[in-house]
């Protein structure tokens, strides 16, 4: 079995990239796109499931839920540590969605907790917060590192609030206080700013040099069990109208990409990304 492979649910990454083995589940890709019913995210996972790898490259922040499935194939709990522009905490449905997977993960045996750095979006905040997993947050399960430099002072106080000055001490304490144990690692890739990373979502404040350093803190501190990159960008496809019509209302608008373009700054990222969470 190999160690590493691209999923192709909706042709964001070219063919062959990174020289990756590569499975092609584009018929799927329409019907998990943004969520997808209980009964079709089992579907998918009976057939695809006993194909994967321990890191897992595929495509659009759109099917990011997907991550609670990948993380099923842990055999031994796991801290998983995201890095996403947003929380991915929402409590509402549906149930399976790319704004909730943290959700699905913390229902799994394996995991200890969630710690998600580098949000920048609305979500973490008050108002929004509301529909977000303050039970787990209150309780620990879930840990969120969201950007406050911009906030305004009373809110720079919020449990977890990073800082552009001070986030690498913080991740760096982060590390330590793992103490070598194992982790899952999941990287979405617009928490990258906008010259990094071309996405169906909007862009977070991390430079490549920021996550490629923490990613090398972690694989030097910590046992990488397993992980994934996602977030590229691609043309949306539904198969069904509820799940576009709900999709359609929650993305941001954003003017269209050229992809291109799109494709070749994702490639420079995932290039420099992916060596780094994969040795070791």
Known sequence: MPRSLHLNLDWAWPEGILGL????AGAWGPRLRFSAPDRLIEEF????????????????????HLTALWIRWQMESVVVVSFDNHPDWDLRPPRWCCGGWVNRALELPQVKKVVVWGCGNFETWWPAQVFGNRRAEDGGQLVLHAWADDRPLRERKRRGAIFRASWREEFERFVSELS????????????????????????GKFSLNDLAWALGKLRDG??????????ACSKPKYARWGQRFVSEMDHPKLPRP???????INRAAVEKLWPILTSG
Request: aromatic share 10%; net charge negative.
């Open 21 to 24: 083995s590569a499975i092609d």
């Open 258 to 264: 050229e992809m291109e373009q799109a494709q070749r």
């Open 222 to 231: 910590a046992r990488m069990m397993g992980g994934d990159i996602c977030g």
């Open 45 to 64: 996972y009976r057939e695809q499931g006993p194909r994967l790898a321990p890191f897992v490259l595929y495509g659009s922040g759109d099917f990011h």
């Open 180 to 203: 070598g144990g194992s982790v899952y690692v999941t990287v979405d890739l617009d928490c990258l700013q906008a010259s990094d990373a071309v996405t169906n979502w909007e862009n």
